[in-house]
């Protein structure tokens, strides 16, 4: 499968990580760690802290206590486009990444700013079933399919990690099984993924291993 | 179309400014009082836009043109869209201030607005929320916050379009219980969502779209096919 070219996996890191929004807290000592490859699901109620743990990947929020690496990288001394370098995130809310006036375009401009070539924007586009969308501005798309767009900008960006924060959220199962087989492609080429989701069908298909949050903790790592 | 209904559309169809296909065909339905409407299609078969003709946001905000025949008799309709972020004021420091922000531009007596907003925190499970800052809320938080803004302003239709996709299972079903709750209390809500299951178990009927067509209106089992 042509789309599916990765980078091989990076481990991932937080040790004796705390986070707070003014008075409230969201992280509290977390020590987490995730091997090269691994394919992790977090889980956790609304407000439970996944998504400050995962930005804190890309730097976009830097801990009040704590260290985060991503391979040999220290990430507090990196930017966070150094950081998209090797992290891939496709954010909660698409529209924070959507930007340019053609799918293709956005599509194609990350792996164009790594030095890629064009035509793996194309073959993700295909992969995702988006080819129909080239040439049309994300903004008149549905909302589930700008959101498959920053999937495959994502992807098109053949990172060695994958951050997906609730990949799937409003996709219908038509939609889900495109995203499932792509990460497939990926896990099985030893992308590290790590899928912050409320969706148990996605989980399912592509993690084998659980980590919980509860109140800014790790309540529960397990292994299926 | 009934009498009593809150929107009626009469063989309706609906284009966006500047597309040459419509969105809606040939659309024929009712949205009643008490009523809890499923509204269930793929992607890009016309629910979103569904919502935002039965409120009267397009074409009025966002272009467009309607042909065939449309009524609406709701005088406080609500909207949470898919994309609830882009609902934020922008000028509230606190999630309170947010949810009160709207009855507040009603220009509704300074109790009534504090009893109406502690009520929706308190009904979303949100009122824990209330001194943040609306900008750090994680998507779910936001979600919640985002629906008890728009039930603050006391809808007679209330249109939702997948305001679930963010939350946590418990919290989804509580909110589709809510739906119901806020149905009998008169209300009438129309709810998109891929999340067909959930949603058929409180709607009263279910409108299924395909190409902006209905193939469906009925059964709220109809949607799970």
Partial sequence: MSAAQVSAGLD????????????????????????????????????????????????????????????????????????????????????????????????????????????????????????????????????????????????????????????????????????????????????????????????????????TLEQGRVVADSIR | MPVSALVGMEALSFRYAGSTTYALSDVTLSVERGEVVLVAGRPGSGTSTLLLVAGAYAPRLVGGAIEGGLSISASRPSIVFATPWTQLTGLCRTVFAEVAFGPASHALPRERIRALVGLQLERLGVAHLSTRDPATLSGGELQRVIVAAALALEPDLLLLDDPAAELDPAAADALYGLLKETAAEGVGVLVATPDVERGARVASRAIVLEAGRVIHDGEPAGALA
């Fill in chain 1, 12 to 211: 991932l890191r937080w040790d004796a990580v705390s986070h707070d929004y003014g008075a409230a807290n969201v992280l509290s000592d977390v020590t987490l760690a995730i091997g090269a490859g691994e394919s992790v699901a977090l889980l956790g109620h609304n407000g439970a802290g996944k998504t400050t743990l995962t930005r804190m990947l890309m730097g976009l929020v830097r801990p009040k206590a704590g260290t985060v690496s991503v391979g040999d990288w220290l990430v507090a001394k990196r930017r966070p486009d150094q950081m998209a370098q090797r992290v891939g995130y496709a954010f909660q809310h698409a529209d924070q990444q959507l930007f340019a006036r053609t799918v293709l375009a956005d599509v194609s401009f990350g792996p164009q700013r790594l030095g890629r070539p064009v035509h793996r924007a194309i073959e993700v586009l295909a992969e995702l079933g988006l080819d129909g969308f080239t040439g049309r501005h994300p903004y008149d798309l549905p909302a589930p399919v700008r959101k498959l767009v920053t999937l495959a900008g994502v992807f098109a960006m053949e990172p060695a990690v994958l951050v997906l924060d609730e990949p799937t959220a409003g996709f219908d199962r038509g939609l889900r099984a495109l995203v499932i087989a792509a990460l497939h492609r990926r896990i099985s080429g030893g992308v590290t993924v790590i899928a912050v989701s409320h969706d148990l069908k996605l989980v399912d298909a592509v993690s084998k291993r659980s980590v």
